[in-house]
């Protein structure tokens, strides 16, 4: 046999093998990780329109379920004053409806922001309360911790889909 005929057979061989249509394998594959992919909250905050040419701060915050049925609060802010610090935290209702619920979870989870030079800052909180599948609840961040009835950023969490 020549060596051009082997090696077509051996091609051939190969080819078949890997579209073998009777081989197994299962179509999508799941992991525990997945299992949470679809409790996310999500927010985009945002100035109160009060501060407009002051302070137009922007930015995105989540709640998701973490290990050992906790939660996990992501925060992500834009457009701040660089080396600004800044209180914030996860609520109970929604952003400027005088329906404050309270704070959820202990203020010990949320560390203050501090603000990058680039204006940018991102913060995260463990809160040791299960996920909520349904209700109100918001991210604020204030002004600071002297002046922290002044908000400066909110956003209405939104649930997850289902």
């Avoid at 077509?8 to 394998?25: D, E, K």
């Avoid at 009060?50 to 930015?59: E, K, Y």
């Avoid at 834009?78 to 309270?102: F, I, K």
């Avoid at 609840?137 to 969490?157: E, K």
């Amino acid at each position: 046999m020549s060596t051009a005929r082997i090696l077509g057979v051996t091609l051939s061989i190969l080819g078949l093998a890997a579209c073998n249509p009777f081989r197994q394998q299962s179509a999508v594959e799941l992991s525990t990780g997945d299992t949470a992919l679809n409790s996310r909250w999500h927010a985009n905050l945002a100035s109160p329109a009060a501060l407009a040419g002051v302070v137009q701060m922007s930015g995105s915050a989540s709640m998701a379920p973490a290990a050992g049925g906790s939660t996990l609060v992501t925060l992500d802010l834009a457009n701040a004053s660089p080396g600004g610090v800044h209180p914030w935290e996860a609520r109970v209702g929604q952003c400027g409806t005088g329906t404050d619920g309270g704070l959820f979870g202990v203020p010990d989870a949320y560390k203050p922001l501090e603000v990058g030079s680039d204006g940018q800052a991102r913060g995260s909180a463990t809160v040791q309360l299960q996920t909520p599948e349904a209700g109100r609840y918001f991210v604020v961040v204030h002004a600071s911790d002297v002046n922290s009835r002044t908000v400066v950023a909110c956003g209405n969490l939104a649930a997850p889909t289902r």
